[in-house]
């Protein structure tokens, strides 16, 4: 049991490197405590492959009611090819996308930076991406991710079809839209919300909703951009950006492409938000943008800075120790 004063940190190790990053970061957590001061009651859950290997399930009730319980969540990755063969709803990665739904974790914060040392490690040429320091901010409850209807089925008269939507509504394009400019406001002050408005009808209302917010902040300058052109403008002058707002599929993408710039996926922590700015038992993730990377697993030689980092926007975001999260 904690203290009525401790935080409450929830651990999931999970699969592949999982076990060897957060055991590495645990020391880290080690050392706050014994030198900062820093009260913790840590629990330690199963999630993904080894949740199904031991309970049956990527995650259990019981493991969402402790997430429910808990200050904060430090998750290691999820995933790897002893359960590939499964059907996707059973997959490891369910249980990490029912806790993003359920914890309606719907800011998910990426920042990508170029440490000096890494340019040369880059794709993209030392002077593109010297100074590196771009935040996407990915919308993460909602989209092509959880839409209903879904599925697959037979077609009359022979052949299959295969159904996602992408459904968004304007409460929920305007939370993580707001958290964005939140974001924006205490960096450079730029934002670009990012759709495919040319497109979609989720595109429009998007973009309808995230001009409609940017009265209340107007020392952030807002600007848009189609998804595709992003992508491009990415690779060919990523320090026009600083804040980029997305849907959750654009946002896993364009992440992606994010990191990779910065030299190595590795090295980017992430924060996936309830309540940006709201300090104490504010409902929050923090994971490694990276996954399990099975190839390495077991080897002691993946890098762990990235769930360190991850604890570092913990101590940030949930237990308001910016101080701390310098360190
Ligand atoms: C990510 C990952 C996840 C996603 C997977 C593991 C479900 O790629 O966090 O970016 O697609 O969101
Ligand atoms: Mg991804």
Redesign the pocket.
């Known amino acids: 049991m904690a203290a009525a004063s401790e935080l409450i940190l929830l651990v999931r190790v999970g699969d592949g490197i999982g076990p060897e990053i957060v055991g590495e970061t645990l020391r880290v957590v080690g050392w706050f405590q014994d030198h900062r001061g820093l009260e913790l009651h840590i629990q330690h859950a199963l999630t993904g492959g080894a949740a199904i290997d031991a309970e049956g399930a990527a995650i259990s009730d019981h493991t969402m009611a402790e997430a429910f319980d808990s200050d904060a969540i430090l998750f290691g990755s999820?995933?790897g090819p002893d359960w590939d063969h499964l059907p996707r709803s059973q997959r490891p990665?369910t249980g990490?996308?029912r806790l993003?739904k359920e914890l309606d974790l719907f800011a998910?914060l990426r920042p990508a930076v170029c440490y000096p040392a890494l340019a040369g490690a880059s794709a993209l040429k030392p002077e593109l991406i010297a100074g590196l320091d771009i935040m996407v901010v990915?919308e993460?409850t909602a989209g092509v991710?959880f839409s209903e209807p879904r599925g697959i089925s037979d077609m009359v008269g022979g052949g299959r079809r295969a159904i996602d939507t992408q459904a968004y509504t304007s409460f929920e394009s305007e939370r993580v839209a707001r958290a964005a400019f939140e974001l924006a406001r205490g960096r450079k002050g730029r934002l670009c919300s990012v759709d495919k408005a040319n497109v979609m009808e989720t595109g429009q209302l998007w973009r309808a909703v995230v001009s409609s917010s940017a009265g209340d902040y107007p020392e952030v300058e807002l600007s848009h951009m189609f998804a595709d052109n992003c992508a491009m403008q990415l690779v060919r002058k990523p320090s026009q950006f600083d804040v980029i707002v997305t849907d959750?599929l654009f946002?896993?993408l364009l992440?992606?492409e994010t990191a990779a710039l910065s030299g190595s996926l590795g090295l980017l922590p992430?924060a996936s938000l309830g309540a940006v700015g709201e300090p104490g038992r504010a409902r929050a993730l923090y994971?490694p943008?990276h996954?399990s990377a099975p190839d390495i697993a077991g080897r002691g030689v993946a890098n762990p800075l990235a769930t360190i980092l991850s604890f570092a926007m913990c101590l940030r975001h949930s237990f308001a120790r910016p101080h701390d999260a310098e360190l």
């Open positions: 999820v995933g990665e990490l996308l993003r998910n990915r993460l991710y959750n946002g896993d992440s992606d992430s994971e943008i996954g």
